[in-house]
């Protein structure tokens, strides 16, 4: 059974930190790219970072370039998510997407909730 399954949001001050996690299951996770997204009240889902199945490349949103932070560890199976210097506006669900672009496999997470309030 595939399963993506994130953890470690919740609420934070602003200027604070999180890192998020994915743990991947039933599926090839060192094949996929991973991508995180995410979804504000009353916004559509948008990019945030992504990072190639061997860890080699990254990109970033350019409202979080500087401050957020992508990496995996294929041997766990797990995507993170390190988000530094947090705002009000990073508040979202958080989601995070493996792909395998070859072969048309798309897997998602149910998301974890980020709260950046004072």
């Known amino acids: 059974q595939v399963q993506l399954v994130e953890s470690g949001g919740g609420l934070v001050q602003p200027g604070g930190s999180l890192r998020l996690s994915c743990a991947a299951s039933?599926?090839?996770?060192?094949?996929?790219?991973m991508i995180w997204y995410r979804q504000a009240p009353g916004k559509e889902r948008e990019l945030v970072a992504g990072?190639?199945?061997?860890?080699?490349?990254?990109n970033y949103a350019d409202s979080v370039k500087g401050r957020f932070t992508i990496s995996r560890d294929n041997a766990k199976n797990t995507v993170y998510l390190q988000m530094n210097s947090l705002r009000p506006e990073d508040t979202a669900v958080y989601y995070c997407?493996?792909?395998?672009?070859?072969?048309?496999?798309?897997?998602w997470g149910k998301g974890t909730l980020v709260t950046v309030s004072s």
């Open positions: 039933g599926f090839m996770f060192s094949m996929y790219a």
């Open positions: 990072i190639t199945s061997d860890g080699g490349s990254t």
């Open positions: 997407r493996g792909r395998w672009a070859l072969i048309g496999m798309d897997y």
